[in-house]
């Protein structure tokens, strides 16, 4: 199974964006997922978690404040909600699935295509 992501796009600086991971078919529920990001020329890093109840969320120093992660499993939706946005956030977006957030994302499976953020300044 792979997680989709999506609700990427271009935005300005200081604009805003939501996106969305889900599994048609698969149940998030069990799951905790992270939201994880890849710009060009640079490693893979871990953006948000949010565990698989929804009451324990970590962030990466960098977003703390201006993203919000939620989880709706009614929907079997996953969102990260991204406020005042920098062009240092232009990435392209993973989630993945994990039995908890674990800080190392090679504890994440389930990856997809990710969905591709770009910041203009």
């Known amino acids: 199974v792979q997680l989709q992501a999506y609700g990427g796009g271009l935005v300005q600086a200081g604009g805003s964006l939501r996106l969305s991971c889900a599994a048609p078919?698969?149940?998030?529920?069990?799951?905790?997922i992270g939201w994880f990001r890849q710009a060009p020329g640079k490693e893979r890093e871990g953006v948000s978690c949010?565990?698989?109840?929804?009451?324990?969320?970590n962030y990466a120093d960098s977003v703390k404040g201006r993203f919000t992660i939620s989880r709706d499993n009614a929907k079997n939706t996953v969102y990260l909600q991204m406020n005042n946005l920098k062009p240092e956030d232009t990435a392209v977006y993973y989630c993945?699935?994990?039995?908890?957030?674990?800080?190392?994302?090679?504890?994440?499976?389930?990856w997809g295509q990710g969905t591709l953020v770009t910041v203009s300044s």
């Open positions: 993945a699935a994990s039995v908890r957030c674990y800080s190392d994302d090679l504890n994440f499976g389930s």
């Open positions: 949010i565990s698989s109840s929804g009451g324990s969320t």
């Open positions: 078919g698969f149940t998030l529920d069990y799951y905790a």
